[in-house]
Protein backbone atom coordinates (compact mmCIF):
# COMPACT_ATOMS: atom_id res chain seq x y z
CA UNK A 1 0.00 0.00 0.00
CA UNK A 2 1.66 3.70 -0.60
CA UNK A 3 2.39 5.90 1.94
CA UNK A 4 -0.96 7.48 3.20
CA UNK A 5 -2.53 4.78 4.26
CA UNK A 6 0.78 4.04 6.41
CA UNK A 7 1.04 7.56 7.74
CA UNK A 8 -1.40 7.14 10.84
CA UNK A 9 1.16 4.33 11.90
CA UNK A 10 3.46 7.97 13.20
CA UNK A 11 1.27 9.06 15.05
CA UNK A 12 1.93 8.78 18.96
CA UNK A 13 -0.71 7.77 21.87
CA UNK A 14 -2.40 6.09 19.20
CA UNK A 15 -5.25 3.36 20.40
CA UNK A 16 -4.82 0.18 20.53
CA UNK A 17 -7.97 -2.06 19.27
CA UNK A 18 -7.96 -6.19 18.99
CA UNK A 19 -10.34 -7.91 15.69
CA UNK A 20 -11.00 -11.19 15.87
CA UNK A 21 -11.10 -12.71 13.01
CA UNK A 22 -9.45 -11.87 9.55
CA UNK A 23 -12.10 -12.15 7.01
CA UNK A 24 -13.19 -9.74 4.75
CA UNK A 25 -15.03 -7.68 8.06
CA UNK A 26 -12.09 -7.78 9.69
CA UNK A 27 -9.70 -6.93 7.58
CA UNK A 28 -12.05 -3.99 6.03
CA UNK A 29 -12.01 -2.60 9.68
CA UNK A 30 -8.69 -2.92 10.48
CA UNK A 31 -8.13 -1.39 7.47
CA UNK A 32 -9.98 1.59 8.41
CA UNK A 33 -9.27 1.81 11.99
CA UNK A 34 -5.91 1.92 11.10
CA UNK A 35 -6.21 4.44 8.51
CA UNK A 36 -7.37 6.59 11.69
CA UNK A 37 -4.52 6.07 13.58
CA UNK A 38 -5.22 3.07 15.54
CA UNK A 39 -2.58 0.22 16.09
CA UNK A 40 -4.35 -3.11 14.93
CA UNK A 41 -4.05 -6.65 15.69
CA UNK A 42 -5.67 -8.97 14.11
CA UNK A 43 -6.50 -12.00 15.82
CA UNK A 44 -6.66 -15.23 13.56
CA UNK A 45 -7.39 -18.71 13.92
CA UNK A 46 -6.37 -20.20 10.65
CA UNK A 47 -3.16 -20.27 9.28
CA UNK A 48 -4.29 -17.82 6.56
CA UNK A 49 -6.36 -14.94 6.23
CA UNK A 50 -9.55 -14.69 4.37
CA UNK A 51 -12.03 -15.78 6.08
CA UNK A 52 -14.97 -16.68 3.50
CA UNK A 53 -13.11 -15.38 0.68
CA UNK A 54 -10.39 -17.99 1.52
CA UNK A 55 -8.57 -19.35 -1.13
CA UNK A 56 -7.29 -23.04 -0.70
CA UNK A 57 -3.83 -23.83 -3.05
CA UNK A 58 -3.39 -28.03 -3.85
CA UNK A 59 -0.07 -29.42 -3.87
CA UNK A 60 -0.23 -29.63 -7.99
CA UNK A 61 -0.48 -25.75 -7.87
CA UNK A 62 -4.56 -25.36 -8.34
CA UNK A 63 -6.99 -22.70 -6.58
CA UNK A 64 -10.15 -22.92 -5.27
CA UNK A 65 -12.35 -20.56 -3.82
CA UNK A 66 -13.54 -21.75 -0.41
CA UNK A 67 -16.55 -19.42 -0.38
CA UNK A 68 -17.41 -16.74 -3.14
CA UNK A 69 -16.16 -17.33 -6.63
CA UNK A 70 -16.84 -13.44 -8.16
CA UNK A 71 -17.13 -10.19 -6.66
CA UNK A 72 -20.20 -8.05 -6.68
CA UNK A 73 -20.14 -4.08 -6.81
CA UNK A 74 -16.60 -3.22 -6.14
CA UNK A 75 -17.60 0.49 -5.45
CA UNK A 76 -17.66 -0.46 -1.63
CA UNK A 77 -14.47 -1.94 -2.17
CA UNK A 78 -12.92 0.91 -3.80
CA UNK A 79 -14.47 3.30 -1.12
CA UNK A 80 -12.40 1.71 1.67
CA UNK A 81 -9.51 1.49 -0.08
CA UNK A 82 -9.93 5.12 -0.97
CA UNK A 83 -10.55 6.25 2.51
CA UNK A 84 -6.98 4.18 3.65
CA UNK A 85 -5.63 6.06 0.85
CA UNK A 86 -4.64 3.38 -1.56
CA UNK A 87 -6.45 1.89 -4.81
CA UNK A 88 -8.38 -0.78 -5.63
CA UNK A 89 -7.30 -0.71 -8.95
CA UNK A 90 -3.32 -0.56 -8.47
CA UNK A 91 -3.61 -3.47 -5.32
CA UNK A 92 -6.01 -5.92 -6.98
CA UNK A 93 -6.89 -7.09 -10.69
CA UNK A 94 -10.37 -7.14 -11.36
CA UNK A 95 -11.76 -9.22 -14.59
CA UNK A 96 -15.39 -7.84 -15.60
CA UNK A 97 -17.12 -10.73 -16.96
CA UNK A 98 -19.51 -10.59 -20.15
CA UNK A 99 -21.30 -12.82 -19.96
CA UNK A 100 -21.90 -12.77 -16.77
CA UNK A 101 -22.98 -16.40 -16.45
CA UNK A 102 -24.86 -19.42 -18.62
CA UNK A 103 -28.10 -20.20 -17.37
CA UNK A 104 -29.36 -23.90 -18.50
CA UNK A 105 -32.65 -24.36 -17.77
CA UNK A 106 -34.76 -28.15 -17.47
CA UNK A 107 -35.48 -28.61 -21.19
CA UNK A 108 -31.76 -27.49 -22.34
CA UNK A 109 -33.21 -23.65 -23.37
CA UNK A 110 -29.99 -21.37 -22.11
CA UNK A 111 -29.39 -18.00 -21.63
CA UNK A 112 -25.96 -16.21 -21.38
CA UNK A 113 -26.42 -13.73 -19.28
CA UNK A 114 -24.87 -10.09 -20.52
CA UNK A 115 -24.69 -6.43 -19.01
CA UNK A 116 -25.22 -5.29 -22.86
CA UNK A 117 -29.04 -4.54 -22.63
CA UNK A 118 -29.27 -4.89 -26.47
CA UNK A 119 -28.07 -8.76 -26.72
CA UNK A 120 -30.06 -9.37 -22.95
CA UNK A 121 -33.39 -8.75 -24.48
CA UNK A 122 -32.53 -10.34 -27.75
CA UNK A 123 -31.82 -13.56 -26.02
CA UNK A 124 -35.26 -12.71 -23.04
CA UNK A 125 -37.25 -12.26 -26.75
CA UNK A 126 -35.53 -15.98 -28.03
CA UNK A 127 -36.67 -17.60 -24.71
CA UNK A 128 -39.84 -15.86 -23.45
CA UNK A 129 -41.02 -13.52 -26.35
CA UNK A 130 -43.06 -10.38 -25.14
CA UNK A 131 -40.60 -10.58 -21.99
CA UNK A 132 -37.73 -8.54 -23.23
CA UNK A 133 -39.81 -5.39 -22.49
CA UNK A 134 -39.92 -5.67 -18.99
CA UNK A 135 -35.84 -5.51 -18.86
CA UNK A 136 -35.37 -1.37 -18.98
CA UNK A 137 -38.60 -0.84 -16.76
CA UNK A 138 -37.12 -3.36 -14.22
CA UNK A 139 -33.38 -1.77 -14.82
CA UNK A 140 -34.64 1.84 -14.29
CA UNK A 141 -36.73 1.14 -10.90
CA UNK A 142 -34.15 -1.05 -9.42
CA UNK A 143 -31.73 1.94 -10.49
CA UNK A 144 -34.16 4.13 -8.08
CA UNK A 145 -34.96 1.67 -5.57
CA UNK A 146 -30.78 1.34 -4.60
CA UNK A 147 -30.40 5.07 -4.81
CA UNK A 148 -33.27 5.02 -2.32
CA UNK A 149 -32.11 2.44 -0.11
CA UNK A 150 -28.31 2.80 -0.25
CA UNK A 151 -28.08 5.44 2.62
CA UNK A 152 -30.08 3.14 4.57
CA UNK A 153 -27.84 -0.06 3.96
CA UNK A 154 -25.04 2.52 5.07
CA UNK A 155 -26.82 3.52 8.27
CA UNK A 156 -25.33 2.10 11.36
CA UNK A 157 -28.54 1.40 13.37
CA UNK A 158 -27.12 2.41 16.36
CA UNK A 159 -30.79 2.49 18.13
CA UNK A 160 -33.98 1.73 17.59
CA UNK A 161 -34.53 4.76 16.43
CA UNK A 162 -32.90 4.78 13.72
CA UNK A 163 -35.52 2.12 11.55
CA UNK A 164 -37.55 4.95 11.78
CA UNK A 165 -35.77 7.59 10.08
CA UNK A 166 -36.68 9.71 7.13
CA UNK A 167 -34.55 7.81 4.96
CA UNK A 168 -35.91 4.45 6.04
CA UNK A 169 -39.29 5.67 5.74
CA UNK A 170 -38.85 7.68 2.15
CA UNK A 171 -37.81 4.07 0.49
CA UNK A 172 -40.48 2.02 1.74
CA UNK A 173 -42.71 2.67 -1.38
CA UNK A 174 -39.98 1.17 -3.37
CA UNK A 175 -39.22 -1.55 -0.98
CA UNK A 176 -42.47 -2.81 -1.40
CA UNK A 177 -42.18 -4.88 1.86
CA UNK A 178 -45.53 -6.66 1.07
CA UNK A 179 -44.24 -8.27 -1.79
CA UNK A 180 -41.63 -10.96 -2.27
CA UNK A 181 -38.75 -10.97 -5.31
CA UNK A 182 -40.85 -12.93 -7.45
CA UNK A 183 -44.24 -11.54 -6.99
CA UNK A 184 -41.71 -8.31 -7.49
CA UNK A 185 -40.43 -9.92 -10.87
CA UNK A 186 -43.86 -11.01 -12.22
CA UNK A 187 -44.77 -7.21 -12.77
CA UNK A 188 -42.14 -7.06 -15.50
CA UNK A 189 -41.79 -10.51 -16.69
CA UNK A 190 -44.49 -13.56 -17.08
CA UNK A 191 -42.29 -16.45 -18.16
CA UNK A 192 -41.43 -18.02 -14.57
CA UNK A 193 -38.23 -18.88 -16.21
CA UNK A 194 -36.91 -15.29 -16.89
CA UNK A 195 -38.53 -14.62 -13.19
CA UNK A 196 -35.87 -17.45 -12.07
CA UNK A 197 -32.87 -15.69 -13.93
CA UNK A 198 -33.19 -12.79 -12.01
CA UNK A 199 -33.92 -14.48 -8.71
CA UNK A 200 -31.77 -17.32 -8.23
CA UNK A 201 -29.44 -14.39 -6.27
CA UNK A 202 -31.11 -15.12 -3.43
CA UNK A 203 -29.57 -17.91 -2.46
CA UNK A 204 -26.55 -15.72 -1.76
CA UNK A 205 -28.98 -14.55 1.67
CA UNK A 206 -30.33 -18.35 1.83
CA UNK A 207 -33.41 -17.63 1.26
CA UNK A 208 -36.12 -18.58 -1.57
CA UNK A 209 -37.59 -15.87 -4.08
CA UNK A 210 -40.87 -16.90 -3.15
CA UNK A 211 -40.37 -15.62 0.51
CA UNK A 212 -37.68 -13.12 0.78
CA UNK A 213 -38.38 -9.61 0.67
CA UNK A 214 -39.25 -7.59 -2.74
CA UNK A 215 -36.05 -5.27 -1.80
CA UNK A 216 -33.35 -7.57 -3.04
CA UNK A 217 -34.25 -7.37 -6.77
CA UNK A 218 -31.55 -4.99 -6.66
CA UNK A 219 -29.18 -8.34 -6.22
CA UNK A 220 -29.80 -9.41 -9.90
CA UNK A 221 -30.06 -5.63 -10.89
CA UNK A 222 -26.48 -5.22 -9.49
CA UNK A 223 -24.94 -7.54 -11.65
CA UNK A 224 -26.40 -6.28 -14.88
CA UNK A 225 -25.55 -2.68 -14.27
CA UNK A 226 -22.23 -2.63 -11.81
CA UNK A 227 -20.93 -5.89 -12.93
CA UNK A 228 -19.50 -9.30 -12.04
CA UNK A 229 -16.05 -9.39 -11.32
CA UNK A 230 -13.14 -12.07 -11.21
CA UNK A 231 -10.22 -11.18 -9.06
CA UNK A 232 -6.96 -12.64 -10.71
CA UNK A 233 -5.62 -15.32 -8.51
CA UNK A 234 -9.17 -16.10 -6.50
CA UNK A 235 -11.05 -14.56 -3.82
CA UNK A 236 -8.51 -14.82 -1.61
CA UNK A 237 -5.59 -12.55 -4.11
CA UNK A 238 -8.16 -9.34 -2.50
CA UNK A 239 -7.63 -10.12 1.01
Given at each position: ????F??????????????????????A??????A???R???????????G??????????????L???F???P??L????????????????????????????????????T??????????????PG???????FM??????????????????A??????S??????????????T??E??????????????????TK???????R??????????L?????I??????C????
Open positions: MNAPAAPALQANRPRVAIIGAGPGGLAAMLLAQGAVTIHEKDAVIGRTRTLTTEQGYRFDGPTFLYRISEIFSSCGASLEEEVKLIRLDPLYRLVFENSATIDAPDLDAMEAALRRLADERGLRPEENRRKLAAFRPVLENPFSPTRFMPGVLKSLPLMRPHRVDDLATYFKDPRVRLAFSFQYLGMSPFCPSLFTILSFEYEHGFHPVGGGAVS
